[in-house]
């Protein structure tokens, strides 16, 4: 019997991007709508290594299951490394991925092609209920367009180009950007510390 993983999401796209990634792993992925009575966890963290690790063992204690949490967002350096942590919620506490992306090319309408770069990045930590949270980064380099483009993905998909292409996040296949994204860098480190708890949880 598959080993339950709780992700610390209710972010339906995240969950099948997540699936997609971990479909070989002996795992049932489970989010926050499949358990009742979960809290919201407030994301007030200075880093995205304290909101991932703070998320990870509030539900692993509240659940008892083995918790994976990310917390992830877009660091642009002509912004000064913003939106940052507050990438979801870089336009205002209800704003849609729409809103924050016009919000973004608002503040980089006069910025030259040559200093557009920018970077996603995820940190994931993982914890079991009793035990110490572990963390991994992924990275992924890249650019800002200056326009939108593509239909798929979510967030800033349709305004990043990763390096070495010349499509945005949103224009790539599912196998294609999870082989390069920031998640999907930070889920092939992660499966390590994962395989080590579900062996051991197995057994126990």
């Known amino acids: 019997m598959a080993q339950q993983l709780l992700i610390a999401t209710r972010n ?3 969950k099948i991007e997540l699936q997609t990634i971990v479909n070989a792993w002996d795992v049932k992925l489970l989010t926050m709508d499949d358990i009742e009575d979960m809290p919201e966890v407030e994301e007030d963290g200075a880093t995205f290594v304290d909101n991932a690790i703070k998320k990870a063992r509030t539900m692993a204690q509240r659940s008892g299951i083995i918790t994976l949490a990310d917390d992830s967002g877009l660091v642009v350096d002509a912004l000064g490394g913003a939106p940052g942590v507050y990438s979801a919620r870089f336009a205002g506490p209800k704003a849609n991925d729409d809103d924050n992306n016009r919000k973004l090319l608002e503040l980089m309408r006069d910025i030259a092609a040559e200093n557009r770069t920018a970077r996603f990045v995820c940190v994931i930590a993982i914890a079991s209920p009793a035990g110490p949270v572990e963390t991994v ?6 650019k800002i367009r200056i326009a939108a483009q593509g239909r798929g993905g979510f ?3 349709p305004l990043f180009i990763p390096a070495g292409f010349n499509k945005t996040f949103a224009e790539l296949t599912d196998s294609e950007k999870n082989q390069i994204s920031h998640r999907g860098k930070a889920l092939q480190e992660a499966q390590y510390i994962l395989q080590r708890l579900i062996g051991s949880e197995g057994k126990a």
């Open 12 to 14: 339906s796209k995240k």
């Open 155 to 157: 967030g800033y998909d």
């Open 137 to 142: 980064e992924g990275i992924c380099e890249g």
